[in-house]
């Protein structure tokens, strides 16, 4: 009896079951710490905090503080009842002290141990199962008998009174080991579906993953690489101001000397002629005729002297050579930004030439195959398999591997249409499709404009494919670099503003080379830039057009 005493003192009074974790409030009394705070959550905003079992209250939410002795007891307790704790759930006949039940009876709505189970009616309608508290959840509500079938039409489990004179009748029931086999069978069915869906998003998380840990890599290799150069950079900039500056202090201490040496020369002059005006002077405060008639010709002796001696003059002295400084420095200069841009870009030494045998009939190419200009002039140029019908153009040499770049400056086109980009050599060259970025063969950066009411209206976009992305319109589009980085299958668009932007970047696997390629529409546009080199040169590629009327093809 003893024994259930102390097993009641160790129940919580708000779950009603042995403590989890207790904590006491300032009042003294104990509850679970889940418990309580489910309590006080629910007093929030009551204005004040009541203690469930004395009403005690307080202003502010009281801090819970752990019952370390309690939580001791309990657990010693537990050590030494494990049976018990199996299922919580005790005999209801055991009144003396509390026994692990064994079964529970439907029939009885009670839990019996080994003991109580042996002398228990053995009979059909006594339907013994695992224990269980939730006895009444297993007989109907209405006829209070036990649940033994499933009206799979109202999907609810029923007995068989509600079969018979129930509002159950006459519908589709199955019994609820039948029930209970189709539902499993659903749910194994939903979750292999799940476990499915959930492999397919680990192995998109894990590929997540590892692409942020490639290009955390690739960003830490860049920063190391850059940092390296910034430092090589800062290095090679002091030795260039150290040396610039030891040049100049070089050229200001010959100077030095040389004005040094005047004004030591022009110093005894002066001591001479001050020499000489005493000595006249004296003779002017005599009184003797014949003693200042006798001194020699002071005139004359000066001018002797004077064209005797060679004194160099201010403008004799040399300057400071500030061109060979400028010189030194700029050809250093020139030397460091030659290493970065072999650092940086490493692209091969090529041009980029338009070639004359892709041009449609509207352009006219230049000699040194370096301009094109839309022309509403026919061209007449030989029909070729090349040539496009379109306002269109593809350099002579493709690019299958490496990392290249050309930039596109683009001005006075309020009004008009263009595109930038790069396609493969396979591109369709007579029918529409052959539009750069209306196919799969080619994808590009392009402005469009649209009249309405005498209004142009500019739309920038990328296209491949026929799929168009949409950019923004606040954003500089009067130079642009399109960059390639073939082995890494990227295309990318920057928009050379300051700082720079970046417009959108092309992912693919490339199957043929690029050429760089441009399409020349409506309005007035010059487009430069090049391949950059190895050796710090770029070749120009200009395409221009006259703004006009044209109502034609609109690119």
């Not at 695992?130 to 509500?141: E, F, M, Q, V, W």
């Not at 850059?226 to 260039?240: G, K, N, P």
């Not at 338009?354 to 230049?366: C, E, M, P």
């Not at 668009?493 to 050429?515: K, M, N, Q, V, W």
Request: aromatic fraction near 6%.
């Amino acid at each position: 009896m003893a024994s259930a005493d102390l097993r009641q003192e160790l129940d919580c009074s708000l779950c009603l079951k042995m403590y989890t974790d207790p904590v006491t409030l300032r009042c003294g009394h104990n509850f679970c710490r889940v418990c309580i705070d489910r309590v006080l959550d629910t007093q929030e905003g009551a204005g004040a905090y009541t203690c469930p079992e004395c009403r005690a209250e307080c202003q502010e939410r009281p801090a819970l503080r752990r019952n370390i002795t309690l939580c001791n007891i309990v657990g010693r307790f537990l050590s030494t009842r494990p049976d018990q704790e199996e299922t919580g759930i005790f005999c209801t006949y055991c009144v003396d002290s509390p026994v692990p039940a064994a079964k529970s009876c439907l029939l009885c709505e009670a839990s019996l141990c080994d003991k109580h189970l042996r002398v228990h009616s053995k009979s059909a309608e006594h339907v013994l199962c695992d224990p269980t508290t939730a006895l009444g959840n297993r007989k109907c509500s209405v006829h209070k008998k036990i649940l033994e079938y499933y009206c799979t039409e109202d999907a609810a489990c029923i007995c068989a009174s509600c079969c018979l004179i129930g509002k159950h009748r006459g519908h589709q029931v199955e019994s609820l080991d039948e029930a209970f086999e189709t539902k499993k069978e659903k749910l194994r069915n939903v979750l292999h579906k799940l476990t499915t869906k959930r492999e397919e998003t680990e192995k998109r998380v894990q590929s997540l993953q590892e692409r942020r840990r490639e290009y955390q890599g690739k960003a830490a290799d860049v920063t190391e690489t850059v940092t390296a150069q910034f430092r090589d950079i800062r290095r090679q900039l002091e030795d260039l101001e150290k040396k610039v500056l030891s040049e100049i202090s070089g050229q200001e201490k010959c100077v030095s000397l040389s004005l040094s040496d005047l004004i030591q020369q022009l110093e005894i002059k002066m001591d001479d002629l001050s020499r000489k005006m005493r000595h006249i002077e004296e003779l002017c405060n005599m009184s003797d005729p014949v003693t200042v008639l006798q001194e020699p010709d002071t005139g004359d002796l000066c001018d002797t002297e004077d064209r005797k001696r060679h004194y160099v003059e201010v403008h004799d002295v040399e300057d400071l050579n500030v061109d060979l400084i400028a010189g030194t420095l700029h050809t250093r200069l020139s030397d460091i930004l030659a290493a970065i841009n072999t650092v940086i870009y490493m692209q091969e030494p090529t041009d980029i030439l338009l070639d004359v045998t892709t041009a449609s009939n509207n352009i006219q190419i230049s000699s040194d195959l370096k301009t094109a200009s839309w022309s509403q002039i026919n061209q007449n140029h030989p029909e070729t398999p090349e040539r496009f019908h379109f306002p269109q153009v593809i350099s002579t040499r493709g690019f299958s591997s490496g990392r290249h770049y050309w930039e596109v400056e683009i001005s006075n086109c309020t009004s008009g249409c263009w595109r930038v980009g790069m396609c493969y050599p396979s591109i369709e060259r007579k029918e529409r499709p052959s539009l750069l970025g209306g196919n799969n063969k080619s994808w590009c950066l392009c402005m469009r404009g649209y009249n309405k009411c005498m209004q142009w209206y500019n739309q920038y976009s990328v296209m491949h494919d026929s799929k168009e992305i949409k950019l923004p319109e606040n954003i500089p589009y009067d130079r642009v670099r399109v960059y390639l980085d073939y082995e890494a299958g990227q295309l990318s668009f920057y928009s050379l503003c300051d700082p720079i932007r970046h417009l959108h970047t092309y992912t693919a696997a490339f199957t043929e080379p690029l050429h760089a390629a441009l399409g020349v529409g409506i309005g007035c546009i010059k487009i430069s830039g090049g391949v950059r080199r190895n050796d710090n040169t770029s070749t120009q590629v200009l395409v221009k057009s006259e703004e006009m009327s044209f109502d034609g093809w609109n690119i």
